[in-house]
């Protein structure tokens, strides 16, 4: 792709990422705003904790006194200077509530999308080659299992398995409390502690990739182009590698940047059953605490989050596959 | 349609998920004949071990009986699967026909829109629906088959795309038939298939949904469910592994009979994909 | 023969059982010779690609040769190892196929696909590689190949792309060429192009090719021998010309008198008013969407003609030419952006679809892919009679008109219970065309009505509408891409390019003397154009 045609490339789809963004605040907002009763009482939470000034502080927040539309462009005008108000319970602005619960969520899904998108295509792309044999069924009952399992109940049994009953990896949190570890002892011990969370959250995507990549890969190796190779006389490995495997797993990567929101929304499951302190974590505590306004930041954040995954993902296939340029 | 159903039938997989979920709806039906009384009731002492001979799956830390959550938690798993799939095949199915039958822009924009749902974190917005509409079964139907419609419209859209350029559509209207006459009569039978397979699949995703959602607080507090099971007995887990394994193993096998069933309406379909790679 | 490069004796490819037959070829031999092209020819499912296959080693394991040898070399093919076949695919028998668009790697430039074959056999490193493969592009008349090395298939046409697949199967200067419908999917101009390169191929290089086709226009233009199959046998062998001008064998003798024939045939005056009038009509397309800039395509561009009632028109041209949008246009399946359309006196642009409705019983349609053109989920006699039912004739009464009419195009009536599935190709495009006459209409559109279907199917269809076409006294618009077709349909031939109409006139006219320089083109590239003065 020449530089011009990427970067036009890229505009377009910053543009869509944008607009995406754009959408989540709407759709965030009208669901406030369609709420039985005040939004302000609905925002504040049924907890009784709200005092009146921060009833009206709400209520100036959303313009509550003005048109919907008009109501609208205060809280878009909020979000764009990254005001995202202000959490009764804990006396704090949710931005900074987020922004400090962020870096553990982005280490999780990221851990777990790299896991479920390298396992789901070696495993989907070994199950291909070696399709009809025991290999190949191994590999489908695998991805059905963890097709069917709940995410949370995985974590579950992760945790009484590997923690209770082998005690060989932590069950809980991201650092082992009282340890000072500083350095690479730090990053390992970080590891230690993500290695479950991940796995779960992770499981679930890699069976769905896997799935997917087999019956791609199926799909390609029935190809004219893969003929075309048998009949130039190329032996079997470069076939897979280069023509078959490029091809069939770029839907996949696709579709794996279009999930990226679920992955991100599964985290927090996963951050609740590991007390994983993210974001998603923070969105549980914000549901206990009936903190609405912390989850609706909490729910832009990740969109955001998801949107720039996506993004990647785009990028990534645009680079790989010559034919993304003319589509646009 | 005789090829059809010879093919489910052989079909080993299908026939144990046909199997599975026919055991999943009679607990459903019978569960006041099968577990009766409130299974929110204390039965029995509190953690009574598993494989005892009152409670064979054991009771919970508050005395439930666990056999008896799970036989009653199958009600509102097939009530929001069912519920939530059928709002969301009538959301998916009407957008995705008008995108494919009109293409154009009003395609491009339903499209845009669905991708727009595709790409959010959709677990959260369901989580933010039901906390801000107060849960109940119908706030978590409705919350669930907003998140769940993209990939019906996405799947319709796109065999409504390939129908409506197809001669025998064309010709339809060349005869002089009318659209509803087109959409009804010529387009839909043929993509209904597809239609059925996602179905079934997206009856397992609700499931799932409604469970983790339960899981989280946020069931219907007047119905039992399996994934409020797996919450209350999580900080448990260490001394009563039961409350929580049971019910997720019903939840797994639910799911799981699901997902055999659409695979085999799906291979009995098309039956050459599946012999595909013999060749 | 002693000069034999390939001898292919008694072999057998087995069917899977529950086929129509226990073997996909049976008990076949032939030889190759050094520069000679031996074309296989036969209908769909006479096994020609399959003998082409087995050779190659390329056979899917579902269809296993279980009998018979292949001799190359002195080893028998058949026999060899998956390495030594390996070893020997690409290097001393090469192969292009039917399908360019499909036939090379969408994300791999295509000098690295050229490159590929020359690594797969051990020659020269990537920089030599690369440099061969410009050679090989310049060869077989790729523009600018110091470019188009480096570029993906997506960016050339299907001409060019043949091209490139010939350029590949060349690079290790194969002693074998086996081509599978090479050209089958191409326009007939870029037909002749390819036609010549491997002409030229076979006489400066000596490569003895294998050339697999089913158009006996091609044949009659590139072979030096012929063999004939059908049902998995071969029925006939011999030289080009003792095959063509003195068929032996009953199966050969009716698929040449299949073939249409180039006549001159001077126009029957018609002396009546026009029933369909195409004024100027255009139809520009807008490529892009939401997010990515628009272009303008000019699909058709101020087409105007005149049919007069009885008449028929061919309208001719090759793909993209516009010739369908132009049909489409007619019955409204497309709205043109501009121009007028008249059917009896009657303008049909710009009125609404509710005031054309009682209008399109007039104008009925046939269609092009016997798969796509008939509800899958619907009978027969539903199919026929949804037409009549529409336009307010009650159903039974429909039905036994459905019945009538598949007497009528030479079915039995009984099968109006039965689903299209259950029908061969030729026979639903008989009911396809059944649809089309239960409304009675006038004027009757046909877009590549034929052109789907075998030799010998496709001259009785053409037959049964020229019949009914006489029966019913219909006024036809004729849209094909075969300008034999056409001058055996037609009473005058309109040739589109580029969304024009370049050329109208009588087959006479058109075909003796041609005044656009593009129907020259046009008819020169027909396949075996110099065979029809030889022609029985």
Known sequence: MTLSAFFGFLGRRLLKAFAVVLGVIIVAFFIVRMAPGDPASVIAGQSGAADAQFMAQLRQQFGLDQPVLVQLWIYLKGIASLDFGFSHRVQRSVLSLIAERLPATVLLTSAAFIFSLAAGISLGAVAARRVGTVTDSAVTVLALTFYATPIFWVGLIFILVFSVWLNWLPALGMFSIGQDYTGLTAVLDVAKHLILPALTLGLFYMALYARLTRSSMLEVASQDFVRTARAKGLPEGPILRRHVLRNAILPVIGFAGVQAGQIVGGSILVETVFSWPGVGRLAFEALLARDYNLLLGVFIVTSAMAVIINLITDIVIALVDPRIEVEG | MSGFWKRFASNKGAVIGCFIFAVVVLLAIFAPLIAPGDPWRMAGPPRTDAFDPEHWMGTDMLGRDVWATIVHGARVSLIVGGGATLAALLIGVTLGAVAGYCGGWIDDVLMRFTEFFQSIPSFILALLIVAIFQPSVGSIVTAVAIVSWPPVARVVRAEFLSLRSREFVQAAVVLGQGTTQIIFGQILPNALSPIVVLSSFMVATAILLEAALSFLGLGDPNVMSWGFMIGSGRSTIRIAWWTSVFPGVALFLTVLSLNLIGEGISDALNPRLHDRGEA | ?536
Not at chain 3, 310 to 338: D, F, H, M, Q
Request: aromatic residues 4%; hydrophobic residues 45%; contains cysteine.
């Open chain 3, 1 to 536: 023969m002693s000069d034999a490069l390939l001898t292919v004796d008694g072999l057998s490819v087995a069917l899977p059982r529950g086929g129509d037959r226990p073997h996909a070829v049976e008990d076949i031999s032939f030889t190759l010779a050094k520069g000679e092209i031996l074309c296989i020819v036969g209908e769909s499912g006479s096994g020609k690609s399959i003998s082409a296959s087995a050779i190659m080693g390329l056979l899917p394991k579902r269809l296993p040769a279980v009998k018979g040898s292949i001799t190359f070399g002195g080893h028998d093919l058949l026999k060899l190892s998956k390495e030594g076949m390996r070893a020997i695919r690409g290097k001393d028998i090469a192969m292009i196929f039917q399908e360019p668009m499909t036939a090379l790697n969408p994300i791999m430039p295509v000098g690295k696909q050229i490159a590929e074959v020359l690594e797969a056999h051990g020659e020269g490193n990537p920089a030599s590689r690369r440099v061969r493969a410009i050679e090989l592009l310049t060869e077989v008349g790729i523009p600018s190949p110091e470019q188009t090395v480096d570029a993906y298939p997506f960016r050339l046409s299907g001409g060019q792309r043949q091209r490139v697949m010939i350029a590949m199967a060349l690079a290790l200067k194969p002693s074998i060429l086996i081509c599978d419908e090479p050209t089958t999917a191409l326009d007939v101009t870029t037909q002749a192009q390819i036609l010549v390169l491997i002409r030229d191929l076979q006489q400066n290089q000596g490569t003895g090719i294998l050339f697999v086709t089913h158009d006996f226009g091609v044949v009659a233009e590139i072979a030096d021998r012929i063999a004939v199959m059908q049902h998995g046998k071969i029925v006939e062998l011999g030289t080009r010309d003792a095959v063509l001008d003195n068929p032996q064998h009953p199966y050969t003798r009716k698929l040449i008198d299949a073939v249409p024939r180039l006549a001159m045939r001077k126009k029957v005056t018609v002396n009546t008013p026009p029933l369909l009038q195409i004024d100027r009509v255009s139809k520009t397309y807008w490529r892009g969407g939401l997010f990515a800039k628009k272009t303008p395509v000019h699909a058709v561009k101020e087409a105007s003609l005149t049919l007069a009632r009885g008449e028929t028109l061919a309208l001719v041209g090759e793909s993209g030419s516009g010739k369908s949008t132009l049909a489409r246009c007619i019955v409204r399946l497309i709205e043109p952006t501009g121009g007028t359309i008249h059917v009896d006196g009657r303008e049909i642009t710009g009125i609404s679809q509710a005031e054309f409705k009682p209008l399109r019983r007039q104008i009925q349609m046939v269609f092009q892919d016997p798969f796509a053109s008939l509800n899958p989920r619907k009978r027969v006699g539903e199919i026929i009679a949804e037409g009549p039912v529409t336009h307010g004739m009650a159903r039974s009464e429909a039905m036994g008109k459905a019945k009538e009419l598949l007497a009528l195009v030479g079915l039995d009536p009984a099968s109006i219970s039965r689903f299209p599935h259950e029908f061969s190709g030729g026979q639903r495009q008989r009911i396809g065309l059944a649809r089309a006459l239960a409304l009675e209409p006038e004027l009757l559109i046909a877009d590549e009505p034929v052109s789907a279907l075998d030799v010998s199917v496709q001259a009785q269809v053409l037959k049964l509408i020229a019949d009914m076409k006489a029966r019913m006294n219909l006024t036809m618009l004729f849209i094909t891409h075969d300008l034999r077709v056409a001058s055996e349909i037609a009473d005058r031939i309109a040739v589109m390019r580029y969304g024009e109409i370049v050329e109208m006139g009588t087959p006479m006219a058109i075909f003796g003397s041609p005044q656009h320089a593009y129907t020259r083109a046009l008819i020169d590239a027909i396949p075996g154009v110099g065979w029809e003065g030889t022609r029985r």
